[in-house]
């Protein structure tokens, strides 16, 4: 039976984290010559079916807010446990100062409707045009329609087969994988 607890306050500038751990996905974008950059975001949503919208926010100052705001398109990669690394190294430096494609080891693909890339590695990719933006504070919400996704046969039909996949989440700074269905 489930009980409710006592409550204490939240400091105000800590209180989003009490929507983690939330899952981590790779973006990838491009500038106005056709250089790709990738982004990990955890603050992700999907916000319509029909048409089919996602969400993303990226904060003002990140280089790839300038590049989703020039070209106006961007591709969702989903990245699975074995990408952990690169996924932390490239949450550390900026597509601004380095080739993030080259640095990291991760293969570029073409996608089929959009001009970023898609990553290899990845497990599943969402190419988005972005539709509307919103200001949020010191972040930026993207919404992009989706025009064409892709996955690996063997882990989604119409659902991921969490047998066969190990999805990423953030948390502190930190990664952990899903557990067991309750
Ligand atoms: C797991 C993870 C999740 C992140 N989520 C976000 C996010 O949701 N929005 C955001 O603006 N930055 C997020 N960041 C920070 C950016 O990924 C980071 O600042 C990155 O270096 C920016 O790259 P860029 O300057 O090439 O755009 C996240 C970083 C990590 C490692």
């Not at 640095?103 to 190419?127: F, N």
Request: glycine share 4%.
């Amino acid at each position: 039976m489930s009980q409710i607890s006592e409550k204490v306050d939240v400091e105000l500038d800590v209180a989003t984290r009490l929507m983690y751990p939330r899952p981590v996905v790779l973006i990838t974008c491009i500038d106005s010559s056709g250089k790709p950059n990738i982004i990990p975001v955890a603050w992700t949503m999907p916000t319509s079916f029909d048409p089919p919208l996602v969400a993303i926010s990226i904060a003002l100052k990140r280089y790839s807010h300038k590049l989703i705001t020039e070209t106006r398109e961007f591709v969702i990669n989903i990245p699975t446990k074995e990408l952990v690394k690169k996924i932390d190294y490239l949450g550390s430096v900026s597509g601004m100062d380095v080739e993030k494609f080259d640095k990291s080891g991760l293969t570029a693909l073409p996608a089929k409707r959009v001009k970023p890339p898609l990553i290899g590695e990845c497990i599943a990719h969402i190419e988005c045009e972005l539709v509307s933006k919103l200001e949020t504070g010191d972040h930026t919400i993207f919404v992009g329609k989706v025009v064409a996704a892709q996955s690996d046969k063997n882990i989604f039909a119409t659902d991921y087969n969490l047998n066969k996949v190990r999805l990423i989440l953030r948390h502190k700074k930190r990664y952990l994988t899903l557990g067991e269905y309750i």
